[in-house]
């Protein structure tokens, strides 16, 4: 059997009949809207946003943070002096123009986009001396351009491990 590889450019899915989309909608807003979360003693019903852990959580956020992206990063897409990497919701910005940097963040920062999205300042972090970040468990050396993670060997003792690539 001859099989054709199909390469996805655009992750935009439209409806064409008026009741497929608002019966989409409706099954969504139930679905998450009957989702409940204990703390303590205290029962909470989430009435805002997509509940974390979630099963459908990580796609709803995938399909929405592409739409921003391809809205308000479309020209940063293909800067080749930024790279910048998601996951789930955390986002890692590496360049080396602060003023590329800080006019990529304005709508997060601000708040002013149109998907309610705004940046978490305590979760910020810059790195403009080269020392090392962490995100999403890795480690990142500027200065070497080296990724290593720290993981629990067989004798016991956590060792911070190279990534090779």
């Known amino acids: 059997m001859n099989m054709q590889r199909k390469r996805v450019n655009s992750y935009e899915t439209s409806y064409t009949h008026e009741h497929s989309t608002i019966w989409l909608l ?18 909470f019903r989430v009435t805002k946003g997509v509940p974390q852990g979630h099963p459908l ?6 399909a929405y943070l592409n739409s921003f992206e391809n809205e308000y990063w479309r020209k940063e897409k293909i800067d080749s002096r930024i790279v910048y990497s998601r996951y789930e919701d955390d986002y890692i910005v590496l ?3 602060k003023h590329i940097f ?15 999205l705004k940046i978490n300042k305590e979760k910020l972090m810059a790195s403009e001396k080269g020392e090392d970040i962490t995100w999403c468990g890795v480690t990142i050396n500027l200065r070497k351009i080296e990724f290593s993670h720290r993981r629990l060997c067989k004798d016991g ?9």
């Open 26 to 43: 409706q099954e969504l807003q139930s679905i998450i809207g009957s989702y409940y979360y204990q703390r303590g003693e205290s029962i």
């Open 57 to 62: 959580s990580s796609n709803l956020a995938f």
């Open 95 to 97: 360049t080396t123009e």
């Open 102 to 116: 800080h006019e990529m963040m304005r709508p997060l920062i601000t708040g002013r986009n149109r998907y309610f």
């Open 157 to 165: 003792i956590k060792r911070r491990l190279l990534i090779k690539f």
